[in-house]
């Protein structure tokens, strides 16, 4: 298995760029992907349409596509609910005692 390092000197190589120039690119793209996925409003109450809109879907050549579904929202969404319901109950619970 190849490490970062490992794939930084094949492609600086392959290209004729500096090592570091290649690090700092790949750096660069997958913290670009990490904050198009963190800032997606997904802790927000979302109608459909306003999911649709979103775009949740990142696709990475060679790898694939990293993508929500508006069926796994509704999931999480409704057993962080659940959970979120369990632990008023449970805070009832204890300010009662």
Avoid: C
Avoid at 9 to 21: K, Y
């Amino acid at each position: 298995m190849k490490t970062l390092n490992d794939i930084i000197s094949e492609v600086s190589r392959e290209t004729r760029l500096p090592e570091a120039l290649v690090e700092k690119t790949y750096r660069a793209y997958w913290k670009a992907v990490r904050e198009h996925i963190v800032n997606l409003p997904l802790k927000q109450e979302l109608t459909d349409e306003e999911f649709k809109l979103l775009q949740p879907n990142v696709n990475i050549p060679s790898l694939g596509k990293l993508h929500v579904t508006l069926e796994r929202y509704k999931r999480v969404k409704k057993s962080f609910h659940k959970v979120e319901e369990l632990k008023n109950l449970k805070e009832k619970e204890n300010a009662s005692h």
